[in-house]
């Protein structure tokens, strides 16, 4: 989940404090912790320590302001069984276009239920060779899928597993604005540190 | 050879030397106009170039961060503010060495009181990206601050109890405080952070510049204002600690 959120968290970053700001973030998180911001947002205990660093008790207005704007806070306080409301709309945009190209939305459905290794989910699904795989790694560089185990191929190596972050997905557009709400599956909830923040 | 170590803990300390000279700055200063004969050209010279220079710097960071929402609104409405505080010491001078006519009051209060709304938005609009949920020490702090300064300002002018003056220097006591109570507030969200030092300062600025606006009004009721008066002590040396402030902020961040 948080693969999916850094890009956001990120921009959120730059968007209300400047790029100098975003500059020193990355600085310090380099030569204290030897991460980038989207690696340190993942490890979000490790981007914590270095926001108090700058800022402070300022540091929670900050993580919850960045969350705010991605996704509804009310309604994931409201909410039961893992949906959350996405309201950044260049993530929702990255649900939308996944679910409108055909191969995506087939290579998404083959591992919705369970986990499988890439040669497998492009046998099942029936998507070329070359662009297969090229799909399936946006959608794992996007965040919507995600390593969980892995095969032992013939040869004895480790081949690693893909399933999706979520059980459901629903769609709206209001007024023009595209409203995602994704059900995550309950492990994909639990190990997210960035939604772990979010007071009860 | 010396090795670069990183820090455990990012700091930004206050250069005590930096406070001594604003210190002397003042002083000298101030005993440089009580000392010369024509002093009024050089106190009307550097109380107009210390709110422009906080302005322009206040300017300068804002377009450093141009395009942002928090950092660019905010310097910005400081910037607005110290440009005001520019115009009030203006419309003054004019009033007094070319128009001849007492200053006080004046259209120069008007621009005098409106800095203090836009130091507020400048506070506001940190405390909101920061700190949404004000604490119960939040708001004693916020509410606290302005009713203690601006009761101590009622029990030492109660003399003049009704009087025109009186109201007027309630009205900017409490503006003034007010902006300390919010500053208190912010200083006390970034305590242990890097930036949470240029805070700090920037309080030790707002409480001099309340303390002279406290003084000056109470001054105005009993005996009047004049140029030569230590109370401009307070007032130089709150706006060169809130320069000093921003440059450490920018320096910071």
């Given at each position: 989940?948080?693969?999916?959120?850094?890009?956001?968290?990120?921009?959120?970053?730059?968007?209300?404090?400047g790029?100098?700001t975003?500059?020193?973030?990355?600085?310090?998180?380099?030569?204290?912790?030897?991460?980038?911001?989207?690696?340190?947002?993942?490890?979000?205990?490790?981007?914590?320590?270095?926001?108090?660093?700058?800022?402070?008790?300022?540091?929670?207005?900050?993580?919850?302001?960045f969350?705010?704007?991605?996704?509804d806070?009310?309604?994931?306080?409201?909410?039961?069984?893992?949906?959350?409301?996405?309201?950044?709309?260049?993530?929702?945009?990255?649900?939308?276009e996944?679910f409108?190209?055909?191969d995506?939305?087939?290579?998404?459905?083959?591992?919705?239920?369970?986990?499988?290794?890439?040669?497998d989910?492009?046998?099942?699904?029936?998507?070329?060779?070359?662009?297969?795989y090229?799909?399936?790694?946006?959608?794992?560089?996007?965040?919507?899928l995600i390593?969980?185990?892995?095969?032992?191929?013939?040869?004895?190596?480790?081949?690693?597993?893909?399933?999706?972050?979520?059980?459901?997905?629903?769609?709206?557009?209001?007024?023009?604005?595209?409203?995602?709400?994704?059900?995550?599956?309950?492990?994909?909830?639990?190990e997210?540190?960035?939604?772990?923040?979010?007071?009860? | 050879?010396?090795?670069?170590?990183?820090?455990?803990?990012?700091?930004?300390p206050i250069?005590?030397a930096?406070l001594?000279?604003?210190?002397?700055?003042?002083?000298?200063?101030?005993?440089?106009?009580?000392?010369?004969?024509d002093?009024?050209?050089?106190?009307?010279?550097?109380?107009m170039?210390?709110?422009a220079?906080?302005?322009?710097f206040?300017?300068?960071?804002?377009?450093?961060?141009?395009?942002?929402?928090?950092?660019?609104?905010?310097?910005?409405?400081?910037?607005?503010?110290?440009?005001?505080?520019?115009?009030?010491?203006?419309t003054y001078?004019?009033?007094?060495q070319?128009?001849?006519?007492?200053?006080?009051?004046?259209?120069?209060?008007?621009?005098?009181?409106?800095?203090?709304?836009?130091?507020?938005?400048?506070?506001?609009?940190?405390i909101r990206?920061?700190?949404?949920?004000?604490?119960k020490?939040g708001?004693?702090?916020?509410?606290?601050?302005?009713?203690?300064?601006?009761?101590?300002?009622?029990?030492?002018?109660?003399?003049d109890?009704?009087?025109?003056?009186?109201?007027?220097?309630?009205?900017f006591?409490?503006?003034?405080?007010t902006?300390?109570?919010?500053?208190?507030?912010?200083?006390?969200?970034?305590?242990?952070g890097?930036?949470?030092?240029?805070?700090?300062?920037?309080?030790?600025?707002?409480?001099?510049?309340?303390?002279?606006?406290?003084?000056?009004?109470?001054?105005?009721?009993?005996?009047?204002y004049?140029?030569?008066?230590?109370?401009?002590?307070?007032?130089?040396?709150?706006?060169?600690?809130?320069?000093?402030?921003?440059?450490?902020?920018?320096?910071?961040l």
């Open positions: 989940m948080d693969n999916l959120l850094a890009p956001s968290l990120r921009k959120s970053i730059e968007v209300n404090l790029k100098s975003l500059n020193k973030i990355e600085q310090r998180l380099m030569e204290r912790h030897g991460m980038g911001i989207t690696q340190a947002i993942k490890d979000f205990y490790k981007f914590d320590s270095v926001l108090r660093e700058f800022f402070g008790a300022g540091a929670d207005g900050l993580e919850t302001k969350l705010q704007n991605i996704i806070l009310k309604q994931q306080k409201k909410g039961t069984d893992n949906w959350i409301v996405i309201k950044d709309q260049d993530l929702a945009k990255i649900f939308l996944s409108a190209d055909e995506k939305k087939a290579i998404i459905g083959t591992v919705l239920d369970e986990s499988l290794i890439i040669a989910i492009l046998q099942n699904c029936k998507v070329p060779q070359t662009s297969g090229r799909k399936i790694n946006q959608l794992i560089d996007n965040g919507l390593s969980n185990g892995y095969d032992i191929a013939t040869d004895g190596k480790k081949i690693k597993k893909y399933e999706t972050i979520f059980d459901n997905v629903k769609m709206d557009i209001e007024r023009n604005v595209v409203v995602v709400k994704i059900q995550l599956k309950k492990n994909s909830f639990q997210s540190t960035i939604l772990q923040m979010i007071p009860n | 050879m010396k090795l670069d170590v990183v820090p455990e803990k990012l700091g930004s250069n005590y930096v001594l000279l604003i210190g002397a700055i003042v002083v000298i200063f101030h005993i440089v106009v009580n000392i010369s004969e002093s009024d050209a050089l106190i009307y010279g550097f109380s170039i210390i709110p220079t906080v302005s322009v206040a300017f300068i960071t804002a377009r450093r961060y141009a395009g942002t929402l928090v950092y660019s609104r905010a310097y910005k409405m400081l910037g607005i503010a110290f440009l005001l505080m520019f115009s009030a010491e203006l001078f004019v009033y007094e070319i128009l001849e006519l007492e200053p006080y009051p004046s259209i120069a209060d008007v621009f005098f009181f409106v800095f203090y709304p836009m130091v507020l938005l400048y506070l506001i609009i940190n990206f920061f700190a949404p949920q004000i604490t020490i708001i004693i702090t916020i509410v606290g601050a302005p009713l203690v300064t601006t009761f101590v300002y009622l029990y030492l002018s109660l003399s109890f009704g009087s025109f003056d009186f109201y007027y220097g309630v009205i006591v409490a503006a003034a405080s902006t300390l109570g919010f500053s208190i507030h912010t200083a006390r969200i970034f305590r242990g890097l930036i949470g030092t240029a805070w700090l300062v920037l309080v030790i600025g707002i409480i001099l510049d309340v303390v002279g606006d406290t003084w000056y009004y109470y001054i105005e009721i009993n005996e009047g004049t140029l030569e008066n230590p109370v401009n002590l307070f007032w130089y040396s709150s706006y060169l600690l809130i320069l000093y402030s921003l440059y450490k902020h920018k320096k910071s």
